[in-house]
């Protein structure tokens, strides 16, 4: 019985989602689900953003226990070097090195001819294959690609050192029997093929990308790339589905847990698919509280409490770990600390600068036949600048004229409100975390107004990023 590797596009390619990019936490969930039901390759994207996109791969590196991480490097030895080092830190990890092998793509993408695009091969897998065990060659465009090119190029990727070599039928316009036919021509082509694992990636503009990924499978393939959510590549459940039902006749199965699938991939749908307004960029976050078990008590030593904070997804330096940490001890004297606790000591003790932005005065009018409005003044080095904006609801609005003020909207990683004191006239105090090129950073507020706690708390975490800034 042949295992099916499947290799989930997802984070990779479906991320966009009506016009919205999916969040920092919203990428890590979808990571830690399809890890826990056995994906066996979960793909993402080449680094873009170095500092963000960095920090997020090796977050995930460190939260995989099953799947391997796998991630597109460039083409120069200083990009294939930030990759690995990104996810370096995973149980199983991947370089994939990929480049186009058809004569339009060559010279329209990479502006070379074949015999440039062999060495350009060669060096760059050779180069990764130093770093990484595990190295996959992609070959872009492989369907209308030059038989004997495409050959040649698989036949150097290999004796480069790639263990995966994957195919793309990026037009989406080849039938079952024209990939059959496809494959076994490969094979024949490069005998050293059946040496490593051989992956096809099927678009599905016929939509024929299922049967053509099942037709590989039975003509030789090892893995299979597929997706929960995009609807032009082979759906992760369809496969993993007819691989139960008939792959003891087509003599092959895979190793994705099917008892937690169905669950799993309508969590990852909901993720994916969820309303962004049309008036506000900021999501609604995913809770990290919530799923954070973290409880420390007046045993907890500096290192437990500095690997919590590090869990909350917070990087901090030996002074402010040390400020946060007797904060910690005072805390601890009198009750257990959990998430909630720790979040809010991080944000009233580490990284405390002073303030660039100050709040000056607020107006922000709501109602049920009126659109939430929100007038703010801020006093920046000594001159007053007002923001004025509607919202989806009043928060909406606050967050909003305060992004006029700042002209730049950072990624509102968590929002929370809760009371500090009990009775009509409460206190609340609200927790916001934004992200800036990757790094977080928490500000606190609190007030009788939970609008005005929120001003607060950003103005206060957006005053540590600007502070970082300069």
């Not at 290999?158 to 496809?182: N, R, S």
Request: hydrophobic share 40%.
């Amino acid at each position: 019985m042949k295992t099916v590797r499947i290799a989930d596009v997802t984070l990779k390619e479906g991320t966009r989602v009506s016009g919205a990019t999916l969040s920092f936490k919203e990428k890590i969930e979808i990571a830690k689900l399809l890890d826990r039901v056995c994906v066996d390759v979960i793909e993402m994207p080449a680094i873009e953003n170095e500092a963000a996109d960095s920090l997020l791969l090796k977050t995930v590196a460190s939260l995989l226990k099953n799947s391997t991480l796998s991630v597109c490097v460039g083409t120069t030895q200083e990009s294939i070097k930030t990759a690995w080092q990104a996810i370096m830190g995973a149980k199983k990890k991947r370089l994939v090195v990929s480049l186009p092998t058809s004569t339009v793509q060559m010279e329209y993408l990479c502006k070379c001819k074949p015999a440039k695009m062999l060495e350009i091969i060669e060096k760059t897998v050779s180069l990764c294959k130093e770093l990484c065990e595990d190295v996959e060659f992609c070959a872009q465009d492989a369907t209308r690609s030059e038989k004997d090119f495409l050959a040649k190029a698989i036949d150097t990727a290999i004796k480069a050192g790639a263990t995966t070599i994957t195919v793309c039928d990026t037009a989406g316009q080849q039938l079952p029997d024209e990939y059959k036919h496809f494959i076994s021509d490969l094979y024949d082509a490069v005998p050293v093929l059946k040496d490593v694992t051989l992956s096809v990636n099927c678009m599905s503009e016929l939509g024929m990308a299922d049967a053509c990924a099942v037709t590989a499978v039975k003509s030789g393939a090892q893995e299979v790339k597929a997706t929960v959510t995009r609807t032009n590549l082979p759906n992760l459940e369809n496969g993993v589905h007819l691989i139960r039902t008939r792959g003891e006749s087509i003599g092959v199965e895979c190793g994705v847990n099917v008892t937690e699938l169905s669950r799993t991939a309508k969590q990852i749908k909901t993720i994916v698919k969820t309303k962004r307004s049309e008036t506000t960029p900021f999501d609604a976050p995913v809770s990290a509280v919530a799923d954070t078990d973290i409880k420390l008590d007046s045993s907890s030593d500096i290192t437990a409490v500095s690997n919590a904070v590090k869990a909350l997804g917070y990087t901090l330096s030996d002074d402010d770990m040390a400020k946060v940490f007797e904060a910690f001890q005072n805390t601890a004297k009198k009750k257990q600390v959990g998430a909630k606790e720790l979040e809010a000591i991080v944000a009233a003790s580490a990284l405390q600068v002073p303030p660039t932005y100050k709040l000056v005065s607020y107006v922000v009018n709501s109602g049920n036949i009126i659109s939430p409005t929100a007038n703010i003044v801020v006093e920046k080095q000594g001159k007053n600048f007002t923001g004025l904006s509607t919202g989806d609801g009043p928060i909406d609005a606050a967050l909003l004229a305060l992004e006029q003020i700042v002209g730049f909207h950072y990624e509102l990683d968590d929002f929370q409100i809760q009371s500090v004191t009990e009775g009509r006239e409460a206190m609340g105090e609200a927790l916001i975390k934004l992200r800036a090129d990757g790094t977080l950073y928490s500000g606190r507020g609190i007030s009788t107004d939970i609008i005005g706690a929120t001003i607060r708390a950003y103005l206060n975490a957006l005053n540590k990023i600007v502070y970082g800034e300069n």
